[in-house]
Nanobody
Framework: QVQLVESGGGSVQAGGSLRLSCAAS????????VGWFHQAPGKEREFVAA????????YYADSVKGRFTISRDNAKNTVYLQMNSLKPEDTAIYYC????????????????WGQGTQVTVSS
């Protein structure tokens, strides 16, 4: 079983940057794809980005393409989400989760959700 802990959230002005981290415990972390999701107040949780277990392949929601970059360091059991050119609409709680399936954006295909980290972007 993998356990995940997110960190790196905070408050920034529009146009700023943050880097989120998703630290995992468990020796099998490198065999999972990892995804980031976010949930804004009053809205459902939505897919943001995901990365293949080898880190060779990534995919993103259209709303963050060109602004966010997902990466992983399996030696450190950590996945990162670099967020640049942040917009007020990026304000949300950000969660990471793992999946045995690469290429999916559905929440049902992900598990071992972390507790989330808050990102607030002011205009």
């Amino acid at each position: 079983q993998v356990q995940l802990v997110e960190s790196g959230g905070g408050s920034v002005q529009a146009g700023g940057s943050l880097r989120l981290s998703c630290a995992a415990s468990g020796r099998t972390f490198s065999s999972y794809a990892v995804g980031w999701f976010h949930q804004a107040p009053g809205k459902e949780r939505e897919f943001v980005a995901a990365i293949h277990w080898r880190g060779s392949y990534t995919y993103y929601a259209d709303s963050v393409k060109g602004r966010f970059t997902i990466s992983r360091d399996n030696a450190k059991n950590t996945v990162y989400l670099q967020m640049n050119s942040l917009k007020p609409e990026d304000t949300a709680i950000y969660y990471c989760a793992v999946s045995r399936t690469y290429g999916t954006t559905g929440q049902a295909d992900f598990g071992s959700w972390g507790q989330g980290t808050q990102v607030t972007v002011s205009s």
